[in-house]
């Protein structure tokens, strides 16, 4: 049995006392009510946390954290009686539970108090080492810390599931999986392949076919274009000081949003920036003609984050932008730029960062945007005040079906034939969509759902599934440094690994070739291994 001291003696009487006395008044618990009611506690609270401030890991590493220690402390709290002799420094509750152990006429009403207070659950947020007395915040964290950010996707799993389905796959499946067991491209190696100079935000492969020529633009507006090398090189060292044929220019400020060809003109690209500009490149000539410069009505930059060529007029382009907005131009028509400014319509209150026409019905086209929403429009009815957004006054188009995502919707895509739309965004999903109807219902609902990694950061490109434009079939970077290839099934056909992310993808129109670019502006080239065998040859 521990000795207690006079005074500790006297303050588990008080304690005993006071505890009874509020057990006959039934006032158990009043103060704690009167501090939640009154809001004390919730203001005590957002005042700590205002206080608080957000632990560095890297100080924390540099200097381990000591506990504080008071410099003088009494001899009560070292646990000393005035004679230096040890005596139990404990507190109030355990004083208590003291008493109860040495009180039979008490013992059985205050252990239900105990018992009370054990049983009392926990209200609002809190730490968990504010409830395990005998845990070291840090230890705990420390502890913990590995299973956090263990986001995965359905392509980090692609062996196990291919042999799973070795029996019952389909004679079509086994056939697109041999199709698309593409293989790196090596003549050179990736990281000698650097097409752009800072973070690749856009990529395209032009649909000749003798002549491989992949093109990309990077964060600082600079334009790589990149005629590759198909013949191996030679082994007697002949070719050792030879560098992969790569031209560069900077003919932007800002990202380069998206590039391709003339619809009407493969030997003629048009690129897009996120600095407004709208500019072509003839390859014959190597000149660039500028289209437009989008601005708003304050005269500032009006991005363009993404375009199309219409199915119906191939001298048609469809664009959106960074503020959310959409308009068509006509190419052949004079005087774009006074033009488009009227032309515009809202789909948007934030950035649409990716859109796609509809094959089948070339007046419907999908959105997605940062405002969390993937979207189906009928561009072909106009609504002059939409309901959904916060400007007055700005025109929009109808809304066909809508579905809510989580977070943002980062890319959207039609499939060529069967009516499948894919979407992905930050909530680390790959939803398809069967569109394949003519009257799709108000609130879209996904056909599919695939788990899949898309955090990309800061530093890597956001990831966008894309459908190859002549077959059923989209492809999606893996930030497992890999690209993860699937039919419109959700059914996946390969997984093609990679040295770094390749988060910027596009595909050969017409052959299985695809290509992917990162964060240091290198290319990964993937072709059909019979080409690449002819190739060689």
């Not at 919707?409 to 398809?432: E, F, K, M, Q, W």
């Not at 502006?521 to 002819?534: A, C, H, M, V």
């Amino acid at each position: 049995m521990v000795e207690l001291t006079e005074f500790q003696k006297k303050r588990q009487e008080n304690i005993k006392r006071n505890n009874d006395l509020m057990k006959k008044l039934q006032l158990g618990g009043v103060a704690s009510q009167i501090k939640r009611e009154s809001g004390i506690d919730d203001e005590k609270a957002l005042n700590a946390k205002k206080k608080r401030k957000a632990p560095s890991v890297a100080k924390r590493a540099a200097s381990p954290k000591v506990s504080a220690m008071p410099t003088r402390r009494s001899r009560r709290l070292r646990g000393e009686n005035v004679n230096g002799e040890g005596i139990p420094n404990v507190n109030d509750t355990q004083l208590l539970k003291m008493g109860l152990d040495n009180s039979s006429d008490s013992a059985s009403m205050d252990k239900e108090l105990l018992d009370d207070i054990k049983d009392t659950a926990v209200i609002g947020d809190v730490k968990l080492s504010d409830l395990i007395k005998d845990e070291n915040e840090d230890n705990l964290i420390e502890k913990f810390k590995s299973f956090s950010n263990k986001n995965f996707s359905s392509g980090d799993f692609f062996e196990e599931l291919k042999n799973r389905q070795t029996l019952e796959r389909s004679p079509d499946l086994e056939q697109q999986q041999n199709d698309f067991d593409l293989k790196l491209y090596d003549v050179f190696q990736p990281n000698e392949i650097k097409i752009v100079y800072e973070r690749i935000a856009a990529t395209y492969f032009h649909p000749a076919i003798d002549q491989k020529l992949i093109v990309a633009g990077d964060t600082s507006g600079t334009v790589g274009l990149w005629k590759v090398r198909d013949e191996p090189l030679s082994e007697s060292g002949e070719d050792q000081m030879v560098e992969p044929d790569i031209t560069r220019v900077k003919l932007f400020t800002k990202n380069v949003g998206r590039i391709d060809c003339y619809a009407t003109d493969s030997s003629k690209l048009l690129i897009a920036s996120y600095d407004g500009s709208l500019r072509s490149i003839h390859l014959n000539g190597l000149e660039s003609q500028e289209i437009m410069t989008l601005k708003n009505e304050y005269d500032e930059p009006l991005g363009i984050s993404d375009f199309q060529f219409s199915y119906e007029d191939p001298n048609v382009l469809f664009f959106t932008t960074l503020s959310g907005e959409f308009a068509t131009i006509d190419l052949r028509v004079k005087g774009i730029q006074e033009s488009v400014t009227s032309n515009l319509r809202r789909l948007a209150d934030k950035k649409i960062g990716s859109f796609s026409i509809n094959p089948a019905r070339p007046y419907e086209i999908a959105t997605g945007s940062l405002d969390r929403t993937l979207k189906i429009w009928d561009i072909r009815k106009l609504v002059d005040k939409p309901e959904w957004s916060q400007y007055e006054d700005f025109p929009s188009h109808e809304v066909v079906s809508t579905y809510d995502s989580r977070l943002s919707v980062s890319g959207v895509s039609y499939s060529p034939t069967d009516g499948t739309l894919v979407c992905n965004g930050y909530d680390d999903t790959i939803r398809l969509f069967d569109t394949s109807s003519s009257s799709l219902p108000t609130d879209l609902q996904p056909k599919l759902t695939l788990k899949h990694n898309c955090q990309t950061g800061r530093w890597t490109s956001i990831l966008k599934a894309r459908f190859k434009s002549d077959q059923n079939v989209f492809a999606i970077a893996n930030m497992k440094r890999a690209i993860d290839i699937y039919n419109s099934s959700g059914q996946q056909l390969a997984h093609l690994p990679t040295a770094t992310v390749p988060a910027v993808l596009s595909w050969h129109p017409l052959q299985n070739w695809i290509a992917g670019g990162n964060s240091s502006g290198k290319i990964f080239l993937f072709t059909d291994s019979n080409i690449k065998e002819e190739d060689k040859s």
